[in-house]
């Protein structure tokens, strides 16, 4: 069983940047992971896909965020990191992080962006 523990989110004001970490419980997880990726969810609406990293270093990104968040990963700390810049009050949601290893997807419980206009 792994699990995948988010920090570093909070409130921020439009503008702001914050920087999201995914943890994962089991080494070499997030070295191994078909796809290591970042998902958002605000009230009343579907989670969305935010950033994704894939094993092989390639990286996608929704057309809302590109150009501002930055999605990357550092193996030797098996955490997974997302940054985030000129934030604006659409951003504000629970973010997840999300480990997908061909088989099976593995969730990280969220944390919380706000941010004020």
């Known amino acids: 069983q792994v699990q995948l523990v988010e920090s570093g989110g909070g409130l921020v004001q439009a503008g702001g940047s914050l920087r999201l970490s995914c943890a994962a419980s089991?080494?070499?997880?997030?070295?191994?992971?078909?796809?290591m990726g970042w998902y958002r969810q605000a009230p009343g609406k579907q989670r969305e896909l935010v950033a994704a990293?894939?094993?092989?270093?390639?990286?996608n990104y929704a057309d809302s965020v590109k150009g501002r968040f930055i999605i990357s990963r550092d193996n030797a700390k098996n955490t997974v990191y997302l940054q985030m810049n000129a934030l604006k009050p659409e951003d504000t949601a629970v973010y997840y992080c999300n480990g997908n290893t061909g088989s099976r997807d593995y969730w990280g419980q969220g944390t919380q962006v706000t941010v004020s206009s």
């Open positions: 089991r080494s070499i997880f997030i070295f191994t992971a078909n796809t």
């Open positions: 990293i894939t094993r092989g270093g390639s990286t």
